[in-house]
């Protein structure tokens, strides 16, 4: 989207997505016969500013020399801009309209102003709402451009100028692709594209405005009982969102602990001081497993849930769950952040859904990041003092989590047909519950099924993998507890409850399994009420420091629950 530069009557310069008289602000008296990306705009602005740092946006006698000026710019930059002249707007005549198209017009005004609250969006994410509120494309532009006019929001380019380079303004990327346009070198951000193109002749609407509109009676109606260990991180958690120096906090808890529930008294207290709250977590299934619970928890709260990654999704309300891609469609939207997952696939390692996340917050905001299994990043901000730590050690059974049992394999756990001295302990396994195998690689599944299949042919045994097209389907069979051994990669590492389950993690010395993995497959075991206790056993040739820091996180966290009496000796 261009926009064309505006002079007014009293002399301000300004710019507009449109040069029709009609539609521009009623003082407006020329405007310039070329429009312009907003990063050019900039360009010019900061050109002009350099030579007299009082001359743009200024009032005044200069009006004539400044638009000159701005001209002789434009051409020395060699952009390749046709028509380039001031032209005079005559002042706005009243236009007329029925009563009917007024009530209509505040109808779609009001939908619009409640829509957008908090939010970043992409022309094309305007072009959605359009269609959604069923108005024209040039409509939603001028609804959106009157809210910049009256100070509510802000135009920005989405790739911008940045000292020598550039800077997407949605992802916060600065590794961009450069190409030649028209008017100058123009940049591209690959990193954000998955929720739309995102580029330098792009701009982005940020809506400056607060989701809440002040304090917020809260019906917050819990449906559990918070254990002991709960009770005690959420009254942290609690100390933490009210008044803690620190911007940032960690809540790391046992595998199966029930961190979310830890956070739900806080966000009510939250939600009643008028405060925005958002809930995160990089992946669609565990937005799927919170919507529920906090529909439940707060009956009568509007409640937001924004998942995927590309559709964008319309809603209104103080109290937001969605992916973190979503994440990056606001902007200094929320006060108290709970993010779930930080160390997990596609957050982690991406530069651009954390920067996201970061914007997302609101000045003096809180973010809580909420983890099993720490990131380095986050071990780091806490060491330096940085980031306050929470301790939820313990699981609601107080059983304490199962230590991992390192079974040392003489040969290569590559499937090549033969087995170990540990298969024979795949029996006693299978004597507490169903077993489940991780392996390190796709092409380990189908032959480990073939092999474990000769080996006990009265066993029902299956096996899935991310591409599989069966994998649903097999998952449920699981659930339901229908196999003696199910073959898996990593796909099965999070986000799952299997009642009775034991696990085996074959090479578990494999690069593709680091701490964090490990201790998440270990953390499927012995979750339920039903068995709060099992096996877990790593096979390998050797001894990985991946595979002693997972027994040793797990050995602190049961020894820290020992210590304040969450768990039974
Ligand atoms: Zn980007």
């Known amino acids: 989207m261009n926009f064309f530069l505006t002079f007014d009557k009293n002399g301000n310069v300004s ?54 000026e701005i001209l002789k710019i434009i051409k020395a930059l060699g952009w390749d801009a046709q028509d380039l002249t001031w032209e005079d707007v005559s002042p706005t005549s009243e236009i007329d309209q029925s009563r009917v198209d007024e009530e209509r017009d505040n109808e ?65 990327e600065k590794d961009v692709e450069e190409w030649p346009s028209l008017c100058g070198m123009a940049a591209t951000c690959r990193s954000c594209e998955s929720i739309g193109s995102s580029s330098s002749l792009d701009v982005l609407y940020r809506d400056q405005r607060s989701l809440m509109d002040g304090p917020s009676e809260v019906l917050f109606r819990p449906h559990w009982t ?16 009210r008044d803690a120096p620190e911007e940032t906090a960690l809540l790391w808890a046992a595998c199966g602990a029930g961190k979310t529930e830890v956070c739900f008294p806080s966000a009510a207290w939250a939600l009643e001081q008028g ?26 709260y509007p409640l937001q849930v924004l998942t995927g990654t590309s559709l964008v999704k319309f809603q209104s309300g103080g109290m937001v769950l969605a992916t973190t891609h979503q994440v990056l469609r606001f902007w200094c939207a929320f ?8 160390d997990a696939f596609p957050y982690h390692g991406s530069r651009a859904l954390a920067w996201g996340l970061k914007h997302a917050l609101r000045r003096n905001g809180k973010i809580l990041y909420l983890t099993a299994t720490p990131s380095p990043e986050g071990l780091k901000g806490v060491q330096k003092g940085k980031i306050r730590l929470i301790r939820l050690p313990a699981r609601h059974h107080r059983t304490a989590l199962p230590v991992p049992i390192w079974e040392r394999s003489r040969h290569s756990l590559e499937p090549n047909g033969s087995t170990g ?80 389950i034991q696990v085996v993690v074959l090479a578990a010395d494999h690069p593709v399994f680091d701490e964090r993995a490990l201790v998440q497959m270990a953390g499927r075991v012995g979750r339920t009420r039903e068995s709060p206790a099992g096996s877990v056993l790593f096979v390998s040739t050797r001894m990985t420091l991946a595979m002693q820091t997972a027994v040793q996180w797990i050995e602190e966290q049961n020894r820290l629950a020992l210590e304040l009496g969450l768990i039974e000796t």
């Open 335 to 342: 006060d108290v952040v709970f993010m779930d997952e930080m």
């Open 421 to 500: 001295v540990w298969v024979a302990q795949l029996e006693t396994l299978r004597g507490q519950g169903s077993v489940l195998v991780f392996v390190p690689k796709i092409s380990w599944v189908d032959p480990w099924i073939k092999c474990l299949q000769r080996r006990f042919p009265d066993w029902c045994v299956d096996g899935s993998y991310s591409s599989d097209p069966g994998r649903s389907t097999k998952i449920e069979r699981l659930r339901q507890g229908k196999y003696d051994l199910f073959v898996s990669t990593t796909i099965l590492e999070r986000g799952i409850t299997l009642s009775g």
């Open 226 to 241: 918070l254990t002991e260990a709960q009770r005690l991180a959420s009254e942290q958690v609690a100390g933490f969102i």
């Open 108 to 172: 779609v005004r009001k939908a619009f102003n409640r829509l957008v609250l908090g939010r970043q969006l992409s022309c094309g994410d305007l072009r959605g709402l359009a269609r959604e509120l069923k108005i024209k494309d040039e409509e939603i532009t001028k609804l959106a451009h009157c809210s910049v006019e009256q100070g509510s929001a802000q135009w920005v380019p989405a790739v911008r100028h940045n000292g020598s380079g550039w800077q997407c303004q949605r992802c916060g």
């Open 275 to 300: 405060k925005s709250v958002l809930f995160a977590a990089p992946r669609q299934d565990v937005i799927n497993d919170v919507a529920p619970r906090l529909r439940r928890d707060f009956p009568d």
């Open 15 to 68: 710019f507009s997505p449109f040069r029709e008289r009609d539609k521009l602000n009623s003082s407006v008296i020329s405007c310039l016969g070329t429009p312009l990306s907003l990063a050019n705009i900039q360009v010019v602005q900061e050109r002009l500013q350099r030579q007299d740092p009082f001359a743009f946006w200024r009032k005044g006698s200069k009006q004539k020399d400044t638009k000159l």
